[in-house]
């Protein structure tokens, strides 16, 4: 076990990949050189060399679309885009081509490519660069989308995404980049697609994924005090998401709360909000309830963004609303 | 939309029945059922019969509350199996037939107001046999949650009826038996003192499998004798009598609810003691309340033994499905006149042969009644086994 | 047959059999779509047949192309087979993309041909990519990014043109300058010449018409020779003329041309019967190629129907 920030997690697991995988090659803005603007890719073209650790103009769509030329060729792209809200410029090259190729050309070849970025409030970098966009990507088939919450979920994850046959939307947190915790040696491996019980408990589900999860923990042990004992699961993976993990936890507790730091309208949630109520229906003994972003942009100015920020206290009340 | 379904009805377990009770149901809507799978338990006023899935499927919805009582062939459920009973498979799901259930708490929802339920509330109802709109809710607008339910199924009486009032069902056959059997009666009194010492001797004897009572006889002297006077093995069927393929028995048994009468079938070369066991059995099933489908099999006789009440003779009913009820006394100590006419004492039984005029006349009823006695007055007859 | 002034390559009577399959190939597209067995939209390539042609001739099945919503010729000439290439416009199951992505997304990875694309622009980065997987696995192999004049004012074309100067990618860009961005002249959609902007990305260019394919062969093979060598990006741009409209069914209403297109077809075939063919033989080969075209088009209306199952199944590689 080592103690490490989450970024150190990230460029292990990028070390560990590009290591074990000559196929596997990095793109990004202020990557190679600079090693990365949250020092995530720090050191790794002095080890593997300009030619697999790319540094490339400030053109995203682009960079996206040689991404998918290059995963056609045989290798193994990971590019970053720097902040979750420029992945605008990359929706064509990620959406209508990386996403479709697969399916479009009747299963001829996979396109297995990772897009790197980060999403989240918490550091005051204003409406254009605090997005959490991940809901986009969940709704295209065939992308994979992945938020982990925890250094060995983000090593264990990225390893994954990387050796996934398809492209992979794997999205980091500002605000956890300096966050510190433990990586197991070596961390467990994580499949795509299943989620993690974080926290056991008998009277009410709260469902969460990426750094809204130790807002949960915290809303858990508040509401202890209170006797009401809440289970919290990560789902570490959005798309495809863990519905029978979720599913088993409400038939143990009859109660529901889906909280995300995304704007909560139209978010990740309402699509785990929604397939619980119609698979989970004879479950439930009280409302879903959902915590999310209030519908507008995030915020610039200390007070103002910690206002808009959906935590703990949030969590705590959408659980008492579910004996509502 | 609602998925199509075929119907599954309240089954016909015996000739005479008309209704029966679902006392409890074992599935649920959504349940895949394996083909042998009990479904349901049904009550009649003679059984309680557990009635299996005769093929795979799926519950669509349930019909019918546990605790009510539907005519047979009415419809219970839908699921995907095959349909049973009239008609083609619904294309709807109807509304639950109406009918009379259980309300062991007071309801709570304000008049005319529409009942406020959670999903699981509603499930943990329907699972422990209450109706959801006699909980009491304390939820937001008087909704109904799981603990109120549990409330509600806490404050349950816990030797909760069943549901089933056995005096109304005997009442019922009775009064039919009556009202449709022209009864007559033949008596005799049968010397006992020859069963007597057999049975006391037999009992005694170490090498004995097991002890044999006096209805252990009675029953093997009855059984004999249908064996050896077919005509009188009938039963009054569709303005004839019916000749039975078999030798069976109805036994009345005493319950702390009433008198349950299973059927013992009886191998016509059998011994006693393998018919004392199954005589056994029936009545420890009866006393239990557990008696199903093959304690109600079809027999020509009944006998009901208050011997051991120190009654002299009983006159009994006859039950509507069988031809006879033997009503048999306890043993008298009386005086007879011996071989040279001095007076001797003897132990005597007096039988009570209720006969259904319609399917057998006097003079085979005597008969009958006179081989009965014959068989019990020479009781070792009643161990060979017959060729 | 005389021999083209393209001494290494195939012979113009090759070059033309080529381009006859081609014209031929969407004659028949043409004819299916009016009479409703080609769903959706098509583009026909007709006036184009020179510069696939000429420009696949100096092409190995590794080196890679990535295409245009106009790709039918591109796709053929790449080496697609005429059976995988009707019944994927036909949407049948054993068309070259199981009858998913038709006329728009034709593609054949096994011979290098990453796609015609339905989105203006939208695989001029993958062969950027191509070109970047082609100069890390070593060897000479090289990417070819097709796109018409419609392109240029998209801002990707200009994002990869940098980067591949920058990254010294072994790629070309070939430009089907037809005069047309949809409905409208180019001349009102773009401010420049290719020729410029290849010169503001320190780019090596050359443009001539595209109608004559053994200028075109001859030119390619130059250019491709140059890129397989130098591992440094080059533009081309051929004047062709857009014979049908941007799609069937487009009646081209806004179109006032001066002049009758020039058919490379016709072009190749005058400069065949200079060079000593005979009318008849020509002929014969037109009526072989048609024959070939319509066997194809007969074996391909017979194909089955794909299921809605096995599409689901491949939104995912495993």
């Known amino acids: 076990m080592s103690e490490l920030r989450f970024a150190h997690a990230i460029n292990r697991a990028l070390d560990d990949a590009m290591a074990r995988d000559e196929t ?108 959490c966009l991940e809901a986009w990507f969940a709704h295209i088939p065939g992308l994979k989308v992945v938020v982990p919450a925890t250094l060995d979920d983000a090593y264990a994850l990225l390893q994954s995404a990387i050796d996934d046959p398809n492209p992979v939307i794997f999205v980091e947190n500002k605000a956890l980049y300096a966050m510190k915790g433990t990586l197991s040696e070596p961390p467990p491996p994580v499949p795509l697609g299943v989620a993690r019980i974080a926290r056991p408990g008998r009277d009410l589900t709260i469902v969460t994924y990426g750094a809204m999860l130790f807002q949960a923990l915290a809303a858990a042990e508040t509401l202890a005090a209170r006797d009401i004992e809440a289970e919290v699961i990560d789902l570490r993976t959005i798309q495809p998401w863990d519905e029978a993990a979720v599913l088993e936890s409400l038939s143990r507790t009859h109660r529901l709360v889906v909280a995300h730091e995304a704007v909560e309208a139209f978010g990740a949630g309402a699509e785990i909000a929604a397939r619980m109520a119609q698979i989970g229906f004879d479950e439930l003994d009280g409302p879903i309830q959902r915590v999310g972003g209030a519908f507008m942009p995030v915020p610039f100015g200390r007070a103002l963004e910690a206002e808009y920020m959906p935590g703990e ?5 959408a659980a008492l609303a579910t004996y509502d | 939309m609602t998925e199509a379904g075929a119907r599954i009805v309240m089954p016909k377990l015996g000739l005479s029945m008309t209704e029966g009770l679902l006392a409890e149901w074992l599935v649920a809507p959504g349940d895949e059922v394996a083909a042998g799978q009990v479904m349901f338990v049904v009550e009649t006023d003679k059984i309680s019969n557990e009635v299996e899935a005769p093929a795979p499927g799926r519950i669509l919805s349930l019909l019918v509350e546990a605790g009510a009582t539907v005519d047979v062939g009415a419809p219970l459920a839908l699921w995907t199996g095959p349909g049973q009973g009239v008609g083609e498979p619904l294309e709807e799901t109807p509304a639950p037939v109406k009918v009379e259930t259980v309300t062991p708490a007071a309801a709570s929802a304000p008049a005319g107001d529409r009942i406020r339920s959670t999903p699981f509330a509603r499930r943990l109802a329907k699972q422990g046999g209450i109706t959801i709109e006699t909980c009491a809710g304390t939820g937001p607008r008087g909704r109904i949650q799981a603990r109120d339910v549990r409330t509600a199924l806490e404050a349950k009486p816990a030797a909760a009826p069943k549901g089933r009032n056995l005096r109304a069902l005997i009442a019922a056959r009775v009064s039919r038996a009556k009202a449709e059997i022209p009864h007559f009666y033949v008596t005799a009194d049968a010397a006992f003192d020859a069963l007597i010492v057999l ?98 099999g079809e027999a020509a006789i009944g006998i009901s033994n208050v011997g051991m009440f120190n009654v002299r003779a009983l006159t009994p009913i006859i039950d509507p499905d069988q031809t006879f009820m033997l009503g048999v006394g306890a043993p008298q100590a009386v005086f007879r006149p011996g071989p040279h006419g001095r007076p001797r004492a003897v132990k005597e039984v007096t039988l009570t042969l209720a006969c259904d005029h319609r399917a057998i006349d006097g003079a085979g009823a005597a008969r009958f009644l006179a081989l009965i006695v014959e068989l019990l007055e020479q009781p070792a007859r009643l161990l060979i086994p017959r060729g | ?86 019944r994927e416009l036909m949407g049948k199951a054993d068309g070259a993309c199981k009858g998913r992505g038709g006329s728009m997304h034709v593609a054949d990875l096994s011979v290098g041909m990453l796609g015609a694309n339905g989105i203006v622009g939208g695989g001029v980065a993958i062969a950027l990519g191509s070109g970047m997987a082609q100069k890390l696995k070593g060897g000479d192999g090289v990417a070819i990014s097709f796109f018409g004049d419609g392109a240029l004012a998209e801002g990707i074309l200009h994002e990869t043109l940098n980067i591949a100067a920058l990254k010294a990618v072994p790629m070309l ?62 533009v081309l741009e051929f004047f062709t003329t857009r014979v049908r409209g941007h799609y069937e069914g487009d009646s081209q209403r806004y179109r006032n041309d001066p002049a009758p297109p020039v058919d490379p077809l016709a072009v190749a075939r005058t400069l065949l019967l200079e060079q000593g063919a005979a009318e008849a033989e020509l002929d014969a080969l037109a009526d072989a190629v048609r024959a070939e075209v319509q066997a194809a088009v007969e074996a391909a209306r017979l194909s089955p129907e794909p299921t809605l199952q096995s599409a689901a199944d491949e939104v995912y590689a495993r």
């Not at chain 2, 006096?214 to 009188?232: G, H, K, N, S």
């Open chain 1, 24 to 131: 596997v090659v990095l793109l990004g803005e202020d990557i190679g050189k600079a090693g990365g603007i949250f020092a995530a890719t720090r050191g790794l073209q002095e080890r593997y060399g300009p030619d697999r650790v790319i540094d490339m103009p400030i053109a995203e769509n682009a960079i996206s679309g040689a991404a998918v030329g290059l995963a056609l060729g045989g290798f193994r792209p990971v590019i970053e885009i720097m902040f979750m809200d420029f992945m605008a410029f990359a929706m064509d090259a990620v959406v209508n081509q990386a996403a479709k190729l697969h399916f479009m050309f009747g299963g001829q070849a996979p396109v297995p490519l990772v897009v790197r970025t980060q999403h989240g409030g918490g550091l005051n970098a204003g409406p254009q660069h605090s997005q």
């Open chain 1, 313 to 317: 206290a949030e969590i705590v009340a």
């Open chain 2, 199 to 296: 049975r006391t001797g037999l009992n005694a004897d170490p090498a004995t499998p097991r002890p044999l009572s006096i209805t252990a006889f009675l029953a093997q002297a009855v059984a004999r004798a249908l064996a050896l006077q077919p005509e009188a093995n009938v039963v009054w069927r569709d303005d004839r009598a019916m000749p039975l393929p078999g030798i069976a028995i109805a036994i009345a048994v005493d319950t702390p609810e009433g008198v349950m009468a299973p059927v013992v079938p009886f191998d016509a070369q059998g011994d006693i003691y393998s018919a004392a066991d199954a005589l056994d059995a029936a009545i420890a099933r009866a006393r239990a309340g557990r008696i199903s489908g093959a304690d109600a």
């Open chain 3, 1 to 86: 047959m005389a021999r083209g002034r393209n001494q290494s390559g195939p012979e113009l009577g090759e070059l033309y059999r080529r381009m006859l399959l081609i014209r031929e190939a969407e004659k028949s597209c043409g004819a299916l779509f009016a009479e409703g067995a080609i769903p959706g939209f098509i583009h026909l390539s007709d006036g184009q047949e020179a510069v696939s042609v000429g420009v696949m001739a100096s092409l190995r099945p590794d080196d890679t192309i990535s295409s245009t919503h106009r790709g039918h010729g591109h796709a053929l000439a790449k080496g697609l087979s005429l059976d995988g290439f009707f």
């Open chain 3, 173 to 234: 860009f070939v430009c089907e300058n037809n005069g047309w961005s949809e409905f409208s002249p180019t001349s009102t959609q773009v401010s420049f010449t290719l020729e410029k902007l290849a010169a503001a990305y320190s780019l090596p260019y050359h443009g001539i018409d595209g109608t004559n394919v053994e200028a075109v062969a001859a030119l390619a093979a130059e250019a491709v020779a140059t890129v397989r060598r130098e591992r440094r990006p080059i």
